[in-house]
T-cell receptor, first 115, second 114 residues
Framework: AQSVAQPEDQVNVAEGNPLTVKCTYSVSGNPYLFWYVQYPNRGLQFLLK??????LVKGSYGFEAEFNKSQTSFHLKKPSALVSDSALYFCAVRAPTDSWGKLQFGAGTQVVVTP | DGGITQSPKYLFRKEGQNVTLSCEQN?????MYWYRQDPGQGLRLIYY???????QKGDIAEGYSVSREKKESFPLTVTSAQKNPTAFYLC?????????????FGPGTRLLVL
């Protein structure tokens, strides 16, 4: 069975500084990895996904993520954080072995960007 | 959130009452999903449907029921058997159920127990 871990409940960063949100996964076979963002009392918004190919994936709002197979990680990054990036971030994984592609979510990481 | 609507935004349930949450999508997606979100637990899958008139239980289906009579609609009923229904409920859809497909989410319904 696949699983995903987000080791930090909260990440605090000053505006303009680099932002990193960590994600590690466990899955049989090649993983399919996703990042979503959730603002208060809203649904999840899709940021980016890794299917195959380049290990560096670029997504919406200036975010990118780096797939590292040897470390089984898929960390989300942004070079310069904005106050508006303050939100809850979810990493999710799918295993190619599931017939219908179940999406397994991490517990989420709260990002707080201070002015 | 575009393309997927959920209603109501807030819903109050009395003890012993069944309530139904609405989910509609105009994306022409075949697959639809219901998730439950509790603080600090991420999202957990309740039910999913790959096609009209077909649906399958997810990880926490007990106390819930669904129907999929139309491609664009996937309502969720929270029955009186669900003893702890207070949560944020999210509906999602995707073109298909391939592992490559992205799931897109609606704005959510917050269910509270009176």
């Amino acid at each position: 069975a696949q699983s995903v871990a987000q080791p930090e409940d909260q990440v605090n960063v000053a505006e303009g500084n680099p932002l990193t949100v960590k994600c590690t996964y466990s899955v049989s076979g090649n993983p399919y990895l996703f990042w979503y963002v959730q603002y208060p009392n809203r649904g999840l918004q899709f940021l980016l996904k890794y299917i195959t190919g380049d290990n560096l994936v670029k997504g919406s709002y200036g975010f990118e993520a780096e797939f590292n197979k040897s470390q089984t990680s898929f960390h989300l990054k942004k070079p310069s954080a904005l106050v508006s990036d303050s939100a809850l971030y979810f990493c999710a994984v799918r295993a190619p072995t599931d017939s219908w592609g179940k999406l397994q979510f991490g517990a989420g990481t709260q990002v707080v960007v201070t002015p | 959130d575009g393309g997927i609507t959920q209603s109501p935004k807030y819903l109050f349930r009395k003890e012993g009452q069944n309530v139904t949450l609405s989910c509609e999508q105009n994306l022409n997606h075949d697959a639809m999903y219901w998730y439950r979100q509790d603080p600090g637990q991420g999202l957990r899958l309740i039910y999913y449907s790959q096609i009209v008139n077909d649906f399958q239980k997810g990880d926490i289906a007990e106390g819930y029921s669904v129907s999929r009579e139309k491609k664009e609609s996937f309502p969720l009923t929270v029955t009186s058997a669900q003893k702890n229904p207070t949560a944020f409920y999210l509906c999602a859809s995707s073109i298909g159920t391939s592992e490559r497909e992205t799931q897109y989410f609606g704005p959510g319904t917050r269910l509270l127990v009176l």
